[in-house]
C-alpha cells in the first residue's frame, strides 16, 4: 500500500522539482549576487516596480469595467448565440501577439494616440478575454431566482446588480483580475511598441537578461515573483473570508 | 372596492402561442388566505407570477389595493413572494437575508425588525448563521420571515411547502396558517396539493388549463363542485354518467340512481359517503382492500364499474373481505350534480 502511494506520488513531485524548484535555486543564487543587489540599491528600478504595478492596476480595473457588460450580455443568450459570441472573444487568440499589436499601431499612429493611456488601451485589449471568460462563467451560474427575489423585496435593477449580481460572481471578479493583472504587472514588448518611453519592469528584465546581466535580470524577476506569490495569497486569503472557495 | 386586496380582470397571458392564462377573473379580499390550486401547467404560477410583476399579462388588468400595476416594475409593488426553493441570498447571513428588504426602504429598527421576524417564525437566535446550514424547513422559515419583515400588502407563496417532507410539511401548514391570521395579511398561496388547500385557504380558485373552474370556500368546492374537473382534482369520487327525467337518472350501464336531476348529467358520491352492507343498494364484489391506518379504502366492481368506498378504520370495514359479494348504499342527499 504504502509503495502505491509513494509511486503515485513520485510523478508530480519529480515536475515540480525539475520544473520549479531547480529553476528558482538557480534563479535565487544569481540574484543574491553584486550584480543582482547593485540592480536592486537602484532607485530606477523601484520606479519601474512602481510604474508596472499602478499600470495593472489601471488596466485591470478597466478590463473590468469593459468585461461585464460583455459578460453579462453573453450570459444572457441563447445557447446558439452563447457559443458563437464566447468563439469570438477568444477568437483574437488565434492572431500572434506582435502581429495584432503592431495592427493596433497601424491604427493608434494617425491619430497621434500614444502616450501611457494608449499603453493601458492596448493592453487591455489584449487581455479582454482572460476578464470575460471567468465573468461569464460565474454570471452564467446566478440563479435568476435570486435577482427575482431582490427586486420582489424593492431594489430596483441597479441597487440589486451591487446588493446581489456583484457579490454573488465576486469569484469571477477575482479570478478574472487576478488573470489580468499578474501577467499585466510583468508585460514586456507590448508598452514599447505604442509607446518607447513606457518602460515597465518586464521589459527592464528583458534588458537586463540581453545585455548579459543575467544576476541584475535575476533580482528583478525574483522580487516580481515574490510580490506576485504576496498578491495570490492575499487573494486566497480574501476568498476562504468570503466563503467562496 | 376597498375591502379587495387584488383584483385580476381578464387576464390573459401566451408563451409562445399557448395560453398559459385565459381570461382570468378573480378578486381577492383583504386580509384571506387565497389558494389557486390546480394542476402543474394549469397556470396558477404565471398569475402568481404577474401580481408580482415578473409577467405582464397580454390583456386584462390587475390591481393591487385599488391601483392598476400595468407598468410597475416588481420592485414597486407592495408585494412579496416566498420562491418555491426559498431564493435566499447565499453571501448573507440569516439576518442580513431578513433586513434586505428593510435596508432597501431604509427602516428603523431594522435589527429589532428582524429579531421579531425571526421569532415570528421560530427562528429565534439563528440570525448569525449561514443560509447554507439551515435545513429545508429552516430555509423556508427564513424566506417567509424575508417577506413578511417590511410588511407588505400582499403576500404571495409559490408552493413553498412542496420541497418538505410530510411531517414538516403539516407542522408548517399550521404555523403559516397561524401566522396568516396574526398578521391579518392578504396570503396568495399557490399549490397542487389538494389536501393543503383544503385544510388553510378562506377561500380556493380552481384552475385548469389557464382557467379558473370555480371559486369558493373550501366546503364550496368539496361539497358543491360545479365542474367534473373540480370534483375530480379536489378528492376523489365515485362518478355516474345518465339521464335524469326529474326523479332518477339512468347510466348506459342500467342503474337508476334517485336524482332530481334532468336532461345529461354527471352524478358524483363522495367516496366517504358510500356504506357498505347498509342493507339494500348496489351489489358489488370486493375487489381491493387498501390500509391507512386512520381509515380504509375499499376498490369494488358493479358489474364493469369500478367504486371506491372510504370509511373510518373503526372495525365495521375491518371484517371485509376480498372477493366477497356485498352491497353499497348511500343517502340520496349524498348525491351531487354536476353539468356535462
Redesign the interface.
Known amino acids: 500500500m504504502k509503495g502505491r502511494f509513494l509511486s503515485l506520488l513520485l510523478p508530480p513531485t519529480a515536475w515540480l522539482v525539475a520544473f520549479l524548484v531547480v529553476p528558482t535555486m538557480v534563479l535565487a543564487g544569481s540574484a543574491f549576487s553584486a550584480d543582482g543587489m547593485r540592480a536592486l540599491a537602484h532607485a530606477g528600478t523601484w520606479v519601474l516596480f512602481w510604474r508596472s504595478f499602478w499600470i495593472a492596476v489601471v488596466s485591470t480595473a478597466v478590463c473590468l469595467a469593459a468585461s461585464y457588460p460583455v459578460a453579462y450580455f453573453i450570459a444572457g443568450c441563447s445557447t446558439k448565440w452563447r457559443n458563437l459570441l464566447l468563439f469570438l472573444v477568444v477568437l483574437p487568440f488565434w492572431t500572434n501577439l506582435l502581429v495584432r499589436t503592431y495592427a493596433l499601431k497601424f491604427c493608434l499612429d494617425p491619430i497621434g494616440w500614444s502616450d501611457t493611456s494608449a499603453v493601458i488601451f492596448a493592453i487591455v485589449q489584449n487581455f479582454l478575454p482572460f476578464m470575460i471568460l471567468p465573468l461569464y462563467a460565474s454570471i452564467e451560474k446566478l ?1 435568476p ?2 435577482l ?10 441597479a ?2 446588480f451591487w ?2 449580481t456583484v ?2 460572481t ?1 469569484p469571477g471578479i477575482a479570478a478574472g483580475s487576478i488573470l489580468v493583472f499578474i501577467p499585466v504587472l510583468g508585460v514586456f514588448a507590448l508598452p514599447e511598441f505604442i509607446n518607447e518611453r513606457t518602460v515597465l519592469i518586464g521589459s527592464q528584465i528583458n534588458l537586463y537578461y540581453g545585455q548579459g546581466d543575467t544576476g541584475a535580470g535575476s533580482a528583478l524577476t525574483l522580487v516580481l515573483m515574490i510580490f506576485t506569490i504576496l498578491l495570490t495569497w492575499i487573494y486566497s486569503r480574501f476568498r476562504k473570508s ?2 467562496l472557495v | 372596492m376597498d375591502d379587495y386586496d387584488v383584483t385580476l380582470r381578464g387576464v390573459t397571458k401566451s408563451f409562445g402561442g399557448r395560453r398559459a392564462v385565459d381570461d382570468v377573473t378573480l378578486t381577492i379580499r383583504r386580509g384571506e388566505f387565497f389558494s389557486l390550486l390546480g394542476p402543474s401547467g394549469c397556470g396558477k404560477t404565471t398569475l402568481m407570477r404577474m401580481i ?1 410583476g ?1 409577467e405582464s399579462q397580454d390583456s386584462g388588468a390587475i390591481t393591487l389595493g385599488g391601483a392598476d400595476m400595468a407598468g410597475i ?4 409593488r407592495d ?3 416566498v ?1 418555491q ?1 426559498y ?5 448573507l447571513s440569516v439576518a442580513e437575508n431578513v433586513a ?2 428593510l435596508r ?2 431604509k427602516s428603523d429598527d431594522v435589527d429589532g425588525r428582524v429579531r421579531r421576524a425571526l421569532a415570528k417564525v421560530n427562528l429565534a437566535g439563528t440570525e448569525k448563521r ?1 443560509t447554507t446550514t439551515l435545513s429545508g424547513g429552516e430555509q423556508q422559515r427564513v424566506a417567509l420571515a ?2 413578511i419583515v ?1 410588511g407588505p400588502r400582499v403576500l404571495l407563496l409559490d408552493e413553498p411547502l412542496s420541497a418538505l417532507d410530510l411531517k414538516l410539511r403539516k407542522g408548517l401548514q399550521e404555523e403559516l396558517r397561524r401566522l396568516q391570521r396574526e398578521l391579518g395579511m392578504t396570503f396568495v398561496f399557490v399549490t397542487h396539493d389538494q389536501e393543503e388547500a383544503l385544510a388553510m385557504s378562506d377561500r380556493i380558485a380552481v384552475m385548469n388549463g389557464g382557467r379558473v373552474e370555480q371559486t369558493g370556500t373550501p366546503e364550496e368546492i368539496y361539497e358543491r363542485p360545479a365542474t367534473r374537473f373540480t370534483a375530480e382534482f379536489v378528492g376523489s369520487g365515485n362518478f355516474f354518467e345518465g339521464t335524469g327525467d326529474g326523479r332518477t337518472v339512468r347510466t348506459k350501464d342500467g342503474l337508476s340512481i334517485e336524482s332530481a336531476a334532468s336532461g345529461d348529467v354527471t352524478l358524483l358520491v363522495r367516496p366517504e359517503k358510500m356504506r357498505i352492507n347498509g342493507g339494500g343498494g348496489l351489489p358489488a364484489r370486493v375487489e381491493e382492500v387498501l390500509y391507512q391506518g386512520a381509515s380504509m379504502s375499499i376498490i369494488l366492481k358493479a358489474g364493469e364499474r369500478r367504486l371506491l368506498v372510504e370509511d373510518a378504520n373503526d372495525g365495521a370495514l375491518a371484517r371485509v373481505r376480498v372477493g366477497e359479494t356485498t352491497t353499497v348504499s348511500w343517502r340520496p342527499e349524498d348525491v351531487l350534480v354536476l353539468p356535462r
Open positions: 440563479p431566482r435570486l427575482e427575489a431582490s427586486q420582489d423585496l424593492g431594489a430596483s435593477p441597487r440589486t446588493k446581489v457579490p454573488l465576486m468570503e466563503g | 408580482a415578473f416594475p416588481p420592485h414597486k408585494v412579496n413572494m420562491f426553493n431564493a435566499l441570498f447565499p453571501h434586505f428588504g432597501i426602504a449561514s424575508r417577506a417590511t
